[in-house]
């Protein structure tokens, strides 16, 4: 449901010896790791301490190797003047791949089941970590996901084939089948399917997740999404929106007279022989699931467990290696639609003003349209609490390439990122280059501090960045700190993923805030301060401390000693801070509680007031 584009972490070993002979497996194993990722600088460091630049790790790779695959031009010049055998055969790659997942060896964390292969010639499939922690039970290929936004390109593959028998268009209006929906006239299925209908999705209310472990009745929900106010006018602008496709999925009953999964298994997977895919029914979960998990800051623990009727054709399907692998081949291969759908599922689409769709990366329908290193690749991104995958499809190569992970947030791997190195361990010598980062040159003439600081991503999150020990980390909420590393004056580079940040000033030399890239897209990131922390004694914050109800979920505002807390159901306590008498902010999010409160009487109502917008709950009994 969620799409996560933001911040790879990998897990790099590290070492504290003064020295270390060649043989060091963990410094040696290190350099290829620094290589893989561009960090010219550790590399350097490691060369420094006798690492050699050929000399192979466990797995058989080798730091020269790794920059080979992955494209490092700069590095490897650098490296070709160190004496080395630019010669040596590559290992394997299947024992690539078990390296890129070696972070998961750790047989007590959550896992992955991955397959990489061309046409149907499998070239890898292998199951990492544990599809339950405890008692534990193992990730195999066979292990059964939730698959949370991979489900939109079954859900438009629905509608796609429903308008090839010519019962419906794609550009009728959504007031064919909901007139009383807000602007139905103006929203054609079209922009649903692409994401430019405006309609503000569901998944951002602040208090989304406090109601999502209770079934949910599509009006209901459906009444709920018509009473947000648009993001936009229909076909003036691109967002990603969960709104939409629970709508599509909910068309997909209304027209075809079937349940949602019933037409799917009728239409889709029967025909494809697809046994181990379905609607994900917590009442009656299919055999061999993986469970949910939330792995953060070292701890491993349940993650909320998502009744799927909140998540309907935007993304209530789970399913298999196998299977998704046969969903590629035939969806590919001209199986599933003829060939005027296909090319519509496959064709990015723009703005009605002619503008390119998600700041130059292309959405089609149910699927991205994008690159990596040059190669054309079909896929998406599914997330939800407990989950994370990617399904993708390079189609001058046939080949598929798929990751499903059972842990979100997820500080080991992120399944869309793992799936590009995939590729990479594959054909990356045929691919274009990639970045070498790492230059302290630009410390001296650039003090590090004057960056430190918050800024304000997108949803309200914030990246945090500090100064420790000559050097600059950042952390994005609710993910692991990682260092950036100056490429540029004002410019950093994210050290364990293809992201960076461009720092903007004022003329006085003032940081404003940052632009992020990655992937091909880009967002302002505003840099802010925190209110300042005013007095206000324990009397004073029982006035506010009680349950307020927003109706399908409740704030609760407590206190530990003379620690304040707020706690939304379903979620964690976090500590609040008083910035005046009646107002309470959060310091992991950008959000406040603006109490209504007078004299010494207890607060009657409270405003949680997160991402523009507003929601106000009365004081329970």
């Known amino acids: 449901m969620i799409r996560y584009t933001f911040l790879l972490t990998i897990a790099l070993n590290t070492c504290t010896a003064i020295f270390a002979q060649v043989s060091d497996p963990v410094l040696v194993d290190s350099a290829v790791a620094a290589a893989w990722e561009g960090n010219l600088t550790r590399v350097s460091q490691l060369e420094d301490r006798g690492v050699l630049m050929d000399e192979p790790n466990a797995q ?200 949602y999964g019933k037409y799917l298994e009728d239409t889709f997977f029967k025909p494809l022989g697809m046994t181990q895919t379905g609607v994900y029914r917590n009442e009656k979960a299919p055999a061999g699931e993986a469970l949910g998990y939330s792995a953060a800051d070292g701890v491993v623990e349940p993650a909320p467990d998502w009744n799927m009727t909140w998540a309907g054709g935007a993304g209530n399907l789970y399913s298999t290696l196998d299977d998704l692998l046969r969903w590629n081949l035939a969806l590919h291969g001209g199986k599933v639609l003829q060939d005027e759908m296909y090319r519509a599922m496959t064709t990015p689409y723009s703005y009605t003003d002619g503008s390119p769709s998600e700041n130059g990366q292309g959405y089609g329908y149910g699927l991205s349209i994008g690159s990596f290193r040059g190669e054309p690749i079909y896929g998406h991104s599914g997330g939800l609490q407990g989950f994370l995958g990617f399904l993708g499809y390079l189609p001058e190569r046939e080949a598929t390439v798929i990751t499903l992970a059972n842990a979100m947030p997820n500080e080991y791997i992120v399944p869309e990122e793992k799936a590009m190195e995939l590729i990479s361990a594959w054909y990356g010598e045929g691919l274009s280059g990639q970045r070498t980062i790492g230059s302290a040159q630009f410390r001296k003439a650039n003090p590090l501090k004057v960056y430190s600081g918050y800024y304000e991503y997108p949803q309200g999150t914030i990246l945090q960045i500090r100064e420790k020990g000559g050097a600059l980390t950042a952390q994005l909420t609710g993910q692991a700190e990682m260092e950036i590393v100056p490429v540029a004056i004002d410019s950093f580079a994210w050290s364990k993923a293809e992201a960076s940040a461009k720092f903007r000033r004022a003329a006085s030399g003032q940081i404003l805030g940052l632009t992020h890239y990655q992937n091909g897209r880009s967002f302002e990131a505003p840099k802010f301060e925190f209110p300042k922390v005013v007095e206000m004694d324990t009397t004073a914050f029982d006035r506010l401390a009680g349950t307020y109800s927003l109706g399908s979920a409740d704030i609760r505002v407590f206190r530990k000693g003379t620690e304040y807390f707020a706690q939304l159901t379903g979620q964690s306590p976090f500590p609040v801070f008083p910035k005046s008498e009646n107002e309470l902010f959060f310091k992991v999010v950008r959000a406040s509680l603006r109490f209504e409160q007078e004299g010494e009487a207890p607060a009657t109502a409270v405003t949680l007031v997160q991402g523009g917008t507003e929601q106000r709950a009365t004081r329970k009994e």
């Open 60 to 259: 058989g790779l080798s730091a020269w190797q790794a920059a080979r695959l992955t494209g490092r031009g700069n590095m490897m010049r650098w490296m070709k003047g160190k004496d080395i055998d630019t010669l040596q055969e590559f290992p394997p790659r299947s024992s690539i791949a078990d390296w890129l997942f070696r972070s998961l060896d750790d047989k007590e964390l959550p896992g992955a089941a991955v397959l990489f292969a061309e046409g149907e010639a499998v070239r890898y499939r292998k199951g990492f970590g544990l599809a339950r922690v405890s008692p534990p039970r193992p990730v195999q290929p066979e292990t059964v996901f939730r698959i949370g936004s991979i489900t939109k390109q079954f859900t438009a593959a629905a509608i796609l084939k429903l308008a090839e028998e010519g019962k419906l268009s794609l550009n009728d209006s959504l007031a064919r089948w909901l007139p009383d929906f807000p602007r139905a006239d103006r929203i054609t299925v079209h922009q649903l399917l692409n994401h430019t209908s405006g309609i503000h999705p569901y998944t951002e209310s602040p208090s989304f997740l406090a109601g999502v472990s209770e079934p949910v009745r599509p009006e209901a929900l459906l009444d709920s999404i018509a009473a947000f106010k648009s993001d936009f006018q229909p076909g003036k602008g691109w967002k990603y929106s969960n709104s939409g496709y629970y709508i599509l999925g909910y068309l997909v009953e209304k027209i075809s007279g079937k349940p």
